[in-house]
């Protein structure tokens, strides 16, 4: 028995029932025209259930934390103008604080953390407002929800180092050396990148805009092998991360890339933002595509990129070694000179280049 993707097997058009479509299954399958799905292992499958309760968990703080501030702003309390984020230290003390029955603005602005910009002062003001019963109540409502999310992210995240602690180390004995880079955000509370350097044998995070939080999201859906796609262009093609090449008589009709693997391909399309203002050669790659078919397209084509370094990093066990934005300028210039010698070649001319004299006297 084997699960088959239903896209592959589709029949044609037309009047047909359900044991026509057996027929037509059965016919597929007993000339091996059928390719299984990939389904992962056991022990991946069970960490892949955790890691998505764990992401629903903190949409649904996240939409609790939108209702707090809605609070807030029905109360005239413009928090938010004064501190970056209302979950941190600065803005859960003041909401506590105003849940527990405290309204003076100026007690209030006495909470606020060292690490925050703005003063007490501005805090002060941003906080006069009306303090309405009912508002408070919901306020109060809504912090008791999250609060009760975060336990359960607490105990999820708990479950999720059990599960990590199971798999087959592969890191030799070898401790972690390198860059650490963990989320700032949502941080799981363990040792995360520490057990993913023993599960999968290299540092993901050593890949520009990688985070625990996406290496833990390719674990948790394919696993620590990636050998069930013969090349990295399969893998790719697999997440939905290329051009989906429709062509009918010679004409291309759409270039839309196909539904894949989603809390992966998100997770990757999180990670290529990331890159818009890193000084490396992937984020050189993602402005000057930005710039060309914009953000869309630039965030599919970056993910691509991410996707492949990861798929040969873990196939081969290699390092991944950064070369800067220059190298990548440097091999687009190459291109591109490549491209018009070619074209002049065709139309018979050639191209020469400018002596550097020359160029020097024109820009003077």
Excluded at 30 to 40: A, E
Excluded at 51 to 61: G, K, M, P, T
Excluded at 266 to 278: D, I, K, N
Aim: charged share 25%; aromatic share 6%; glycine share 6%.
């Amino acid at each position: 028995m084997c699960l088959v993707n239903a896209r592959h097997i589709k029949n044609v058009s037309g009047r047909k029932t359900d044991v026509q479509d057996c027929q037509w299954i059965q016919q597929l399958h007993s000339c091996g025209l059928l390719k299984p799905s990939f389904i992962p292992d056991q022990l991946t499958s069970k960490l892949r259930h955790f890691v998505r309760h764990r992401d629903a968990l903190i949409r649904r703080a996240a939409t609790e934390l939108q209702l707090m501030q809605k609070a807030l702003v029905e109360m005239n309390l413009q928090l938010q103008n004064v501190v970056s984020d209302i979950a941190g230290d600065t803005g859960m003390k003041i909401i506590r604080a105003i849940c527990s029955g405290e309204q003076d603005p100026k007690k209030l602005s006495k909470y606020r953390d060292p690490r925050c910009k703005n003063s007490e002062e501005t805090i002060e003001k941003s906080l006069k407002g009306h303090y309405k019963e009912e508002v408070v109540f919901c306020l109060q409502q809504a912090l008791e929800t999250y609060d009760h999310y975060q336990m359960q992210i607490t105990h999820c995240n708990a479950e999720i180092e059990k599960r990590m602690k199971e798999f087959e180390d592969k890191s030799g004995g070898i401790p972690l050396n390198g860059r650490k880079r963990e989320a700032k955000k949502n941080n799981i509370g363990f040792d995360l990148q520490g057990d993913l350097w023993r599960i999968l044998g290299v540092n993901l995070m050593e890949i520009p805009s990688m985070n625990t939080q996406t290496a833990l999201a390719f674990i948790s859906e394919i696993g620590t092998s990636v050998e069930k796609w013969a090349t990295a262009k399969h893998f790719a093609s697999w997440l939905g991360l290329c051009p989906n090449n429709r062509v009918s008589g010679g004409k291309r009709l759409s270039g839309k890339t196909k539904a894949g693997s989603s809390h992966l391909r998100r997770a990757l399309r999180l990670a290529a933002v990331a890159l818009e203002r890193s000084a490396t050669a992937l984020g050189a790659f993602y402005r000057r595509m930005k710039a060309r078919l914009g953000a869309p397209k630039a965030i599919v084509a970056a993910a691509h990129k991410l996707a492949v370094l990861i798929y040969n990093l873990i196939k081969h066990g290699a390092k991944y070694q950064e070369k800067g934005p220059l190298y990548f300028e440097k091999e687009y210039k190459e291109r591109t000179e490549k491209r018009l010698k070619r074209l002049a070649a065709q139309l018979g001319y050639d191209l020469t280049p400018k002596s550097q004299e020359t160029v020097q006297t024109k820009m003077a």
